[in-house]
């Protein structure tokens, strides 16, 4: 079964500064996709950015990007220039080739202080 | 113009009772989800149909129920609400969503119904 672990229930970053969301999966198919999601206070689940296991090239969306690093099953979102804004809950997700359904980890709430 | 949409976006209701929730998608996308979102934050995949057919059945109680009338809908009927049942509830759809990881199969979320049993 899949499994999707995201360590930190919290984190703070200063506006501006650059912040890195952690994002570790399990799987034994080859071929999935990972997803990252946004859920701000009003509740909403917006989507970021995705990653084909099969990319050469690391997903980069404006100010998100992801570093993956597919030896150590992990995709990592990199949010850059950090806004107030972008305090929120954040949800990696992934879904394999042989699968219908996708499944989320259980989120990392990101505080931006001014 | 909304993409995916879900009504109402809150219900509050008594135990016992059943309840319905709708949701439509114009996007011309091939499938549609529900997600059970609990008081913790966690996203809990519970039916998805493609092209109105039932793909995805995860072990919810048979109170619930989905019917997807066409490819652009897919509602949500709950039968004698309990208070376990008090959550978001959130619709997605998908271009494709039939085996497959590819942008293709990116999920698109409603607004969600916030659902209160008293």
């Known amino acids: 079964a899949q499994k999707i672990t995201q360590t930190q229930p919290g984190m703070f970053v200063q506006e501006k500064e650059a912040v890195t969301l952690d994002c570790t999966y399990d799987?034994?198919?080859?071929?999935?996709?990972l997803f990252w999601y946004k859920q701000p206070s009003s509740g909403e689940m917006i989507f970021l950015i995705y990653?084909?296991?099969?990319?050469?090239q690391n997903a980069t969306e404006g100010r998100y990007s992801l570093n993956f690093q597919k030896a150590r099953k992990s995709a990592n979102l990199v949010i850059s220039a950090s806004q107030l804004g972008d305090s929120a809950m954040y949800f990696c997700?992934?879904?394999?080739?042989?699968?219908?359904?996708?499944?989320f980890g259980a989120g990392t709430r990101l505080t931006v202080k001014p | 113009d909304t993409a995916v949409s879900q009504t109402p976006k809150y219900l509050v209701t008594q135990m016992g009772n059943d309840k319905s929730i709708k949701c439509e998608q114009n996007?011309?996308?091939?499938?549609m989800y529900w997600y059970k979102q609990d008081s913790k934050k966690f996203l809990k995949i519970m039916f998805s149909?493609?092209?109105?057919?039932?793909?995805i059945n995860e072990t919810v109680p048979n109170r619930f129920s989905p019917k997807s009338p066409d490819k652009a809908h897919l509602n949500l009927h709950i039968n004698s609400l309990e208070l376990g049942d008090s959550a978001v509830y959130f619709c997605?759809?998908?271009?494709?969503?039939?085996?497959?990881?590819?942008?293709?199969?990116?999920?698109?979320f409603g607004p969600g119904t916030r659902l209160t049993v008293l």
């Open positions: 997605a759809s998908s271009q494709k969503g039939m085996g497959g990881a590819t942008s293709e199969d990116t999920q698109y």
């Open positions: 799987t034994s198919d080859p071929s999935y996709g």
């Open positions: 990653q084909g296991s099969y990319d050469q």
């Open positions: 997700a992934m879904r394999e080739w042989g699968n219908n359904d996708m499944r």
């Open positions: 996007l011309g996308h091939d499938t």
């Open positions: 149909y493609n092209n109105k057919e039932l793909i």
